[in-house]
Nanobody, 123 residues
Framework: QVQLVESGGGLVQAGGSLRLSCAAS????????VGWFRQAPGQEREFVAT????????YVLDSVKGRFTISRNNAKNTVFLQMNSLKPEDTAVYYC????????????????WGRGTQVTVSS
């Protein structure tokens, strides 16, 4: 059974950093583009970042550009989201997702989803 498991979330003060990890089982992640999305209470799920299967191309949401970096280690079947200079508006549940195709910002394009990890940024 395919599983994507996110970890690394938590409570951090504004200006702090967190590193989220997405580990896959029963799925060879290097064959998939991977995305990170987030959802705050009462909000729609929002695209955050995506990375190509090779790691050679990335795309991030404008509001997190320069603060968030997506990367991957295909040997470890894991994708990361480094989040620096966190702001209270970054508070959300962050989801890892994978698709058998090119990078995409649309959640409906993705085939597999993790259950999410909570990120809370206090002011």
């Amino acid at each position: 059974q395919v599983q994507l498991v996110e970890s690394g979330g938590g409570l951090v003060q504004a200006g702090g950093s967190l590193r989220l990890s997405c580990a896959a089982s029963a799925l060879t992640l290097r064959n998939y583009a991977v995305g990170w999305f987030r959802q705050a209470p009462g909000q729609e799920r929002e695209f955050v970042a995506t990375i190509s299967w090779s790691g050679g191309a990335t795309y991030v949401l404008d509001s997190v550009k320069g603060r968030f970096t997506i990367s991957r280690n295909n040997a470890k079947n894991t994708v990361f989201l480094q989040m620096n200079s966190l702001k209270p508006e970054d508070t959300a549940v962050y989801y890892c997702t994978a698709r058998d195709g090119p990078m995409s910002r649309r959640p409906t394009d993705y085939n597999y989803w993790g259950r999410g990890t909570q990120v809370t940024v206090s002011s």
